[in-house]
């Protein structure tokens, strides 16, 4: 597994912009440059903090039910593009009984307009992909480099069965068409990172399984 690029560990002062070159003592890794990272399978040893170059794009992939707008929710201080936060938004304004699939492509619109938006910014932005739209990872990846920045990957390793349970829990799934897709389109994802080949676009990759992902506290940007 390939992992030149991760640099010790980092962490800047709450509240302030964190230093691209000064080392602090903290349990995080700063990526700077290719590196394909496994933190699967490593508890009580997974890094609080990953960091990122000022510009760059971080994409969050795994499973429906995975984890994705919990991890994003809980650890990203920044601009985020969340689909689960638009479809909240539009949900809490429709009639409670209408179903979602009437208002999907709404929310789909809402959603891709509002990450238009921020990469017009220039922003430094974190973005949740399901992993089976790699027309989404090819648009971040030119993106970043017309900016002369890179695309990361953050990728949720969780088995089916506990996707499908965090798919129950939330209340929501979708179709087993849907999950399957999703399923086979991730599990090449994975299958790649292990033999240390990224994405096309994509300057590298970090496998997190759920203990991985629990532990992470900031995924965040160098100010």
Same mark, same amino acid.
């Given at each position: ?21 000064? %080392? ?13 990272? /496994? ?21 969050? #992939?795994?499973?429906?039910? !995975? ?12 601009? *985020?593009? /969340? #689909? ?6 539009? @949900? @809490? ?35 949740? /992909? ?9 648009? &971040? %990846?030119?993106?970043? %480099?017309?900016?002369?920045? @890179? ?5 949720? /390793?969780? $088995?089916?069965?506990?996707? &499908? %349970?965090?798919?129950?829990? *939330?209340? *929501?799934?979708? !179709?087993?068409? @849907? ?29 997190? $399984? ?14």
């Amino acid at each position: 597994m390939h992992s030149s690029g991760a640099q010790g560990t980092f962490e800047a002062p709450r509240g302030a912009p964190v230093p691209c070159r000064q %080392a602090l003592p903290a349990r995080g890794l700063l990526f700077q440059g290719p590196v394909i990272r /496994d933190l699967r399978a490593r508890a009580g040893h997974s890094p609080q903090r990953l960091l990122f170059g000022a510009g760059d794009l971080v994409v969050v #992939s795994g499973l429906p039910g !995975s984890g994705k707008s919990t991890l994003m929710q809980r650890s990203v201080p920044g601009p *985020r593009i /969340d #689909s689960h936060d638009t479809r909240e938004h539009f @949900a @809490a304004r429709m009639p409670r009984l209408l179903p979602y699939t009437v208002y999907r492509p709404l929310v789909r619109l809402a959603h891709y307009a509002g990450l238009h938006r921020a990469l017009r910014a220039g922003e430094s932005v974190v973005v949740h /992909d399901c992993g089976s739209q790699a027309w989404v990872r090819r648009w &971040l %990846a030119r993106e970043a %480099a017309r900016r002369g920045r @890179a695309l990361h990957l953050l990728l949720l /390793d969780v $088995d089916p069965d506990t996707a &499908l %349970a965090g798919q129950r829990e *939330r209340g *929501r799934g979708v !179709s087993q068409y @849907a999950f399957a897709r999703h399923r086979r389109a991730v599990t090449r994802l994975v299958r790649d990172a292990e033999n240390g080949r990224a994405p096309a676009g994509c300057a590298g990759v970090v496998l997190l $399984d759920r203990p991985a992902a629990d532990a992470l506290r900031t995924v965040g940007f160098c100010g």
